[in-house]
């Protein structure tokens, strides 16, 4: 048996602009990047079912579950640690990333670790690494944790191995990177997600309740599907004429469950509803968001390709409808004349989040606080941008120096935050010269 060197690979290895106290934390090992190649007999196997998926499904055929415990190398090792702090990095990231992103069911993770730690080695070691970067605050986005876990992410992918505890941790790195403003790889890491996913079927798990795979896992498979979904149609938000990689929802697709009931273990099938049979009841925060991603991608759509004023209408009321449900302490919303009611209920929400999130401590606002939340008080900064415009007065300016206050407490935790503030400067010196 050869060893072969993945030279092409190396290069992520070496970050040129990385800032003196990345560069400071302990580098990659390049003797790890020698890797033993596995026996072709099931690669080819795998082949087969993408080339003739319907002649395997009749004959009945399974996969083999390659043994891929030689893509851990010493790197891997390193930062994954012992079985302590493999539970140390778990539950960190259960009290913070899975608050908003609850896509690992923390009961089936703690039963299966054992097992996992004996048969499952890699994929486990490959999600541990995803946890620990999806929780990471480092100077900068390019860590050796980071480059280490992408060169994971590359091996274990193009072994063959097709798991969900493999589509989770890669969920969790587009996220990193979105969060992070690493591009184009937060946008095409998603569409490798989407990719995978359907590989391994996760995209019908919306469509029916499987009986082939138990509850909890069918209730996994939704959870990192709408996760991807979530993603695709966030990452269009500031280009909707690009095409989404994932299909639209539709009204008789599941949403999931309660999160305490999935995260406490005692979600049921009868306790799933679909997009059309949830509008009126009392849903957990992820099916909320799940309804939301389907609406924005309606809006993606209507604003791509144009649209009628009444399916216009019938859109803005059913997102004024969701919008009872947001958390947190609920205002009056205070019209402004200058903008629509729309952008004063957008504009508020924002208000209210930045004024939040400067008023927590620092530990809570990087352990609790979501990337998804930069976008929103950028464009209601520039929402007030404009209302000065045409409205001078001190109001607004108050009002957008909370806004933007609030990018850079969140700039604590996620770096993107930096490329808003920046952007944001750009349009007050292009207003300025107007």
């Not at 290895?13 to 990345?22: I, N, R």
């Not at 080339?51 to 930062?79: G, H, N, W």
């Amino acid at each position: 048996m050869t060893t072969i060197v993945v030279s092409p690979i190396s290069s992520l290895l070496t970050d040129h602009s990385s800032t003196s106290a990345e560069t400071s934390q302990p580098s990659p090992d390049y003797e790890s990047l020698h890797i033993t190649p596995s026996h072709s007999s099931g690669t080819d196997f795998l082949t087969e079912r993408f080339l003739d998926p319907e002649a395997f499904s009749s004959a009945q055929l399974k996969l083999p579950e390659p043994d891929v415990d030689y893509l851990i190398t010493r790197d891997v090792s390193d930062f994954v640690g012992d079985v302590p702090n493999i539970k140390a990095i778990s539950d960190q990231f259960f009290h913070s990333v899975h608050e908003w992103m609850p896509i690992v069911s923390k009961i089936q993770f703690r039963a299966n670790l054992v097992g996992w730690l004996t048969h499952k080695r890699a994929e486990l070691f490959y999600l541990i690494l995803a946890m620990k970067l999806s929780c990471e605050h480092a100077p900068g986005p390019r860590t050796p944790l980071y480059q280490i876990t992408k060169l994971m992410q590359f091996r274990i992918e193009n072994s063959g191995v097709l798991s969900l505890q493999v589509i989770q941790a890669s969920v969790l790195i587009a996220i990193y990177e979105m969060g992070h403003g690493i591009y184009p790889s937060a946008f095409l890491s998603i569409a490798g997600c989407a990719r995978y996913a359907t590989a391994l079927g996760i995209d019908k798990s919306i469509l029916n309740n499987d009986v082939n795979i138990s509850w909890n896992e069918l209730e996994e498979r939704r959870r990192v599907w709408w996760s991807i979904l979530v993603l695709d149609r966030f990452l269009n938000l500031s280009n909707p004429s690009r095409h989404l990689v994932t299909p639209d929802t539709v009204l008789d697709n599941w949403l999931p469950v309660d999160d305490a009931a999935f995260n406490n273990g005692t979600a049921r099938p009868e306790d799933a509803f679909t997009l059309g049979s949830a509008t009126a009841l009392v849903l957990g925060r992820f099916a909320r968001f799940a309804q939301a991603a389907h609406l924005l991608g309606q809006v993606l759509r209507h604003v791509a390709e144009g649209s009628t004023e009444s399916e216009r209408a019938q859109l803005r009321r059913t997102i004024f409808s969701l919008s009872k449900y947001r958390d947190g302490p609920e205002a009056s919303i205070v019209s402004l004349d200058q903008l629509s009611t729309e952008s004063s209920l957008i504009s508020q929400t924002a208000l209210q989040m930045s004024v939040y999130v400067a008023q927590r401590a620092e530990l809570e606002v990087r352990s609790r606080s979501s990337p998804f939340l930069l976008h929103l008080l950028y464009k209601v900064a520039l929402l007030y941008m404009k209302a000065s415009q045409s409205t001078p007065g001190d109001s607004i300016t108050d009002k957008l120096r909370v806004v933007k206050h609030g990018l850079e407490v969140l700039g604590r935790r996620w770096h993107i935050a930096q490329s808003y503030l920046s952007l944001l400067s750009r349009h007050e010196i292009m207003q300025a010269m107007q």
